[in-house]
């Protein structure tokens, strides 16, 4: 999750952007089925939601799915 304010969670645990990619290859070191999804507030520029994809991937997690709101909520 990515808040507003550009601050990331990773299961409720706040995370830097520095911290994100070794904390992901941990994370999926002995997982097969390595899937992201990432769900930013829609005031989050795009960028920062692109750099962290851009995370994601260095992490060799190549399956990133995006988790979006209906436009009324």
Do not use: C, W
């Amino acid at each position: 999750m990515i808040n507003s304010d550009q601050k990331m969670t990773i299961a409720k645990q706040k995370i830097a952007m520095n911290e994100l990619r070794p904390k992901l290859k941990a994370i999926f070191e002995h997982k097969k089925n390595k899937q992201v999804y990432i769900q930013a507030d829609r005031k989050v520029d795009y960028g920062f939601v692109a750099e962290a994809m851009a995370e994601v991937r260095a992490a060799g997690i190549f399956n990133i799915g995006l988790i979006t709101q209906p436009k009324d909520q």
